[in-house]
């Protein structure tokens, strides 16, 4: 930046005599940056006044620069302005100015490297201008610039313009009968089904690839649409491309496969998942993997059916296929919600044996197993085992053992463990975590320790749903603080949660029984303007239609 300062009062001087003509140093300059010398020496004081006079850059519109400022001479200032200077706003600017003023038609370079530039620095509103410009003036990015601009502008969230550059690409390789490489389209494809575009993700799929001959859609294309579709449960949709992939000469391969398994077991649809693992099984082409079995044994056990799975985890060792981790802690985890905990400890102990380190889901299932069964001091005794090999509990640990002990009553304990997780930064606490210890600490009438816990809740940056405000409500109608209870209603209202009819009738009923009707009354009313009929808790957190009131 610093080799040319010196020569700045000389260009001043040189810019007056252009500017003005007053001066005979016009006849001994340059008149036109023609030499490499003069061009270079143009280049410098141009980009010197846009550092000195932005923002304003009225400069350029002069006559002067009109007739000498040529595109290879703009190449350079853009280039350097943003590379020397790190300042593509301004050279973006200059850019802008040139082109709407002096009617400048910019080189493939220049545009090449804004958008670049822009992109990199996150000034994706720019970039798109200079794109809407590259495209008016006869240019579109080529292949080297395609997969960078797309995955930029879609990263940013602006899947329409990313949407049209490829497009606009796909239009003119028809023309010219070339292909699109099936890895911008691909990845394109990828962001919008992981961003939950699936719709978009469908409609680019089927309007423009499928139709467009320089889209040559390969079977990865067709296996990111059923992916998508199938996080999204739609199973069904997914299946349509599988039937009609091979049209396209694209052979199904594993990971088609394994996608249409996993989204069958989302749906429960897991016999049908078991028939493409035979499918699987007849074929040469390919071999059931673990992920395979993983996704039909991990489907059983969601089902509740531990037997089928056991069938399935016996048969994929016998056919040389290792369990993984995530087998385990599957069918561990699907004996442990059957009841099934000798079979959990067993397959535990089997993990173990074949190498695998149990991690942090092998102990919550196992705790959750055996607190089911009652067997809470098991559950106790293997939470402690976790923390002596080191393996840090989760949210779901903590939950699982928090409820369980205020089923028995064990609040204090309960109470500790929730105080080793307030201490814990990476872990943001949703309601059902506090939710049973402050419905224990009502019902054994000790409100003002349930707001404690309340306190600590919001401490931590967690929002009280709807269980939260009616167990609270209720605590305070079983103390007799009325008041309080039509606080926390109101509370309740102004944060958005709408409560159930089970909250709003018990709530009247224990006002009325106060002899607060009054009160009542108007919750009623207002109750019959905003709450839907419908609004149905079907599994209440406890038995509110029969609260016991203070008064």
């Known amino acids: 930046m610093q080799f040319w300062a010196p020569r700045v009062p000389i260009s001043k001087v040189f810019l007056a005599s252009f500017f003005h003509g007053r001066s005979s140093l016009v006849e001994s300059s340059p008149p036109s940056p023609s030499s490499p010398s003069s061009t270079l020496w143009f280049v410098k004081v141009v980009c010197t006044l846009c550092i000195r006079r932005s923002p304003s850059l009225a400069f350029v519109e002069t006559d002067y620069f009109r007739v000498n400022l040529n595109p290879s001479v703009a190449f350079a200032v853009v280039y350097h302005i943003n590379s020397r200077f790190n300042n593509p706003d301004l050279a973006f600017t200059f850019f802008r100015c040139s082109r709407l003023h002096l009617n400048l038609i910019h080189l493939e370079s220049t545009f090449d490297l804004l958008l670049r530039s822009l992109c990199q620095m996150g000034r994706h509103d720019s970039a798109e201008l200079v794109y809407q410009y590259m495209k008016s003036d006869g240019f579109l990015p080529d292949s080297s610039l395609l997969d960078f601009v797309v995955s930029s502008f879609a990263n940013a969230g602006k899947f329409r313009i990313a949407e049209e550059i ?29 961003k939950n575009r699936i719709d978009e993700a469908v409609l680019f799929f089927k309007s423009h690839i499928l139709r467009l001959k320089s889209f040559c859609p390969d079977t990865c294309s067709f296996n990111i649409v059923m992916r998508g579709l199938c996080r999204a449960s739609k199973v069904d949709k997914a299946f349509e491309f599988f039937d009609v992939m091979r049209s396209f000469s694209c052979s199904p391969d594993l990971v088609t496969y394994n996608t249409l398994i996993n989204g069958l077991c989302r749906v429960g649809k897991v016999d049908r998942a078991e028939e493409l693992l035979r499918e699987i099984k007849v074929q040469s082409e390919f071999s059931a993997d673990v992920v395979t079995y993983t996704s039909v044994i991990s489907g059983y056990c969601k089902l509740g059916q531990t037997d089928a799975a056991a069938f399935l985890f016996e048969e994929m060792i016998n056919n040389g296929i290792r369990p993984n981790l995530f087998t385990f802690n599957a069918i561990i985890d699907g004996f442990g919600k059957k009841g099934e905990v000798a079979s959990a400890s067993k397959m535990y102990e089997r993990m173990v044996a074949t190498g695998f380190r149990p991690d942090v889901v092998t102990f919550t299932s196992l705790i959750d197993g055996h607190c089911r069964c009652g067997d809470l001091g098991q559950g106790i005794h293997l939470f402690n085992e976790m923390n002596e090999k080191r393996v840090a509990p989760n949210v779901f640990t903590f939950s699982v053992l928090i409820s369980a002990l205020c089923k028995e009553n064990r609040l204090n304990e309960a109470r500790d463990l929730l105080i080793q997780l307030k201490w814990r930064e990476d872990i943001v606490p949703p309601p059902f975590v506090y939710n049973p210890l402050i419905d224990g600490y009502c019902k054994a009438g000790n409100v003002d320790e349930a707001n404690t816990i309340v306190a600590e809740m919001e401490a931590k940056g967690c929002v009280h749903d709807k269980m939260t405000f009616t167990i609270l409500i209720l605590g305070h109608c079983m103390k007799g603080r009325m008041f309080e209870a039509i606080g926390m209603y109101n509370k309740m209202l102004s944060v958005g949660c709408v409560p159930d009819n089970i909250t709003m009738s018990s709530l009247i009923s224990c006002l009325r029984k106060a002899g607060m009707a009054r009160e009542a009354n108007e919750i009623e009313q207002k109750a019959l303007f905003s709450v839907p009929s419908s609004s149905k808790r079907s599994n209440p957190v406890r038995n509110n239609m029969n609260v016991t009131v203070a008064v």
């Open 166 to 194: 490829l497009i606009a690409r796909a239009e003119y390789c028809n023309e010219k009968n070339e292909i699109v490489s099936s890895f911008v389209y691909n990845n394109f494809l990828s962001m919008l089904t992981n």
